[in-house]
């Protein structure tokens, strides 16, 4: 074989979405895929031979997704994935980061994002069509997807994976945090098993940094069964509240002198409403955060509370049963003497502090935080 056949492009070649070419545009037609019959690995987003030097050891044909998300990576330069600016763009028109990663998604059909590149122009409004398009009206208006142009990003102290941290509007105390799904979940314990090895993580790091602080953290969530990250509801009260609320897992520290009244209050709570709590223990966070899931049932609302001796406090929420969204802040807010912070609305700070609290925050909690 001649050295011009061995280095001719194979007929069925796809053009590298991202390399600046001399040549006309392709239609449409010619860039949609050919059939599923086609390997996958004709539509790996990434052309080797062509991709940017990476930095560090890793696997370079990788995406950062801290970079693609946010525009930024803490590990610069060591960063041992792709920093590809125009990647960052496509995401930010709405496109899957695993489409764009791994030119497939797992997810398929009930994937909130595009599964197509998007021309410069094209964002959220043109995402999807139908019953489609009221999820990502929702992603769009949502508090918490980072791809929103409502992300409250200022508050942002921690980016993982698949979960991120940030400070909470209106907290309880100032340091409260919230661990939240970075795809538009519905709540932690629907995402895939191998992404609560994370959460974990970021949980411990949270309890090694408060225990510096002579401190303990207590976790909890409220999952509404029609909820998505933010639950959006006719009445403005129940709006903002749920707003709020999401379904993201909150992270409250609590002074070490009260730690062990805690499951005490959260009981007679619970008998208060005239409901039991269903207990987990378990010798480490993993394995009772298995438990917790083999319990949840989508079909219905649920509340959790994880406490500082590991034990966790679960509740399914029958159909008509009433059962407040601020549960689990107003047992805390009791138990610390708060009961004038019990409503987040009654918290809200300025833009201008809640970014002085939150560079505070990250500043002291650099050396705990596992994305660093």
């Known amino acids: 074989?001649?050295?011009?056949?061995?280095?001719?492009?194979?007929?069925?070649?796809?053009l590298f979405p991202y390399k600046v070419i001399e040549e006309t545009a392709p239609t449409n037609q010619e860039t949609k895929r050919l059939s599923d019959s086609v390997p996958d690995t004709q539509y790996w987003r990434?052309?080797?031979?062509?991709?940017?030097?990476?930095?560090?050891?890793?696997?370079?044909?990788?995406?950062?997704?801290?970079?693609?998300s946010s525009g930024s990576c803490p590990r610069g330069e060591k960063c041992n994935f792709l920093h590809d600016t125009e990647a960052r763009e496509q995401y930010m028109r709405g496109v899957c980061f695993d489409f764009i990663n791994?030119?497939?998604?797992?997810?398929?059909?009930?994937?909130?994002?595009?599964?197509?590149?998007?021309?410069?122009?094209?964002?959220?409004?043109?995402?999807?069509?139908?019953?489609e398009n009221a999820k990502s009206s929702r992603s769009k208006n949502c508090w918490f997807c980072l791809s929103s142009p409502e992300v409250e990003s200022h508050l942002v102290i921690s980016l993982g994976e698949s979960y991120y941290c940030a400070l909470a509007k209106g907290p309880l105390v100032e340091d409260q945090v919230l661990i939240i799904p970075v795809e538009h979940s519905p709540n932690t314990l629907s995402l895939p098993l191998e992404s609560e090895t994370e959460l974990v993580r970021f949980q411990k790091s949270l309890k090694m940094?408060?225990?510096?602080?002579?401190?303990?953290?207590?976790f909890f969530e409220w999952i509404f069964k029609r909820g998505t990250h933010a639950n959006i509801q006719k009445d403005e009260y129940i709006q903002e509240e749920s707003r709020q609320c999401g379904n993201s897992k909150r992270a409250v520290p609590i002074?070490?002198?009260?730690?062990?009244?805690?499951?005490?209050?959260?009981?007679?709570?619970?008998?208060?409403?005239?409901?039991?709590?269903?207990?987990i223990r378990s010798d480490n966070d993993f394995e009772g955060r298995k438990l917790l899931r083999a319990q949840f049932d989508d079909k219905f609302s649920f509340f959790y509370v994880e406490l500082p001796d590991g034990t966790i406090l679960s509740h399914a929420i029958e159909e008509?049963?009433?059962?407040?969204?601020?549960?689990?802040?107003?047992?805390?807010?009791?138990?610390?003497n708060m009961a004038d912070r019990a409503d987040w609305r009654n918290c809200k700070q300025s833009k201008e502090d809640e970014m002085k609290v939150a560079e505070n925050f990250k500043n002291q909690f650099k050396k705990f935080d596992p994305n660093q």
Do not use: W
């Not at 061995?6 to 796809?14: A, D, G």
């Not at 990434?46 to 940017?52: A, E, H, I, N, P």
């Open 1 to 14: 074989m001649s050295s011009a056949e061995i280095s001719m492009k194979p007929p069925n070649t796809t």
């Open 46 to 68: 990434y052309d080797v031979s062509q991709k940017r030097q990476k930095h560090g050891a890793g696997d370079g044909d990788k995406l950062c997704f801290k970079f693609v």
């Open 102 to 131: 791994k030119g497939k998604c797992e997810r398929g059909p009930d994937c909130n994002f595009k599964h197509s590149l998007q021309d410069e122009g094209e964002g959220f409004v043109s995402r999807r069509s139908g019953s």
């Open 209 to 218: 940094y408060f225990k510096t602080q002579v401190k303990e953290v207590v």
């Open 255 to 279: 002074p070490l002198s009260r730690a062990s009244a805690v499951k005490q209050i959260f009981v007679l709570a619970a008998e208060k409403m005239g409901f039991q709590f269903v207990t």
């Open 320 to 336: 008509n049963e009433k059962f407040p969204a601020q549960f689990g802040r107003e047992v805390l807010a009791g138990l610390l």
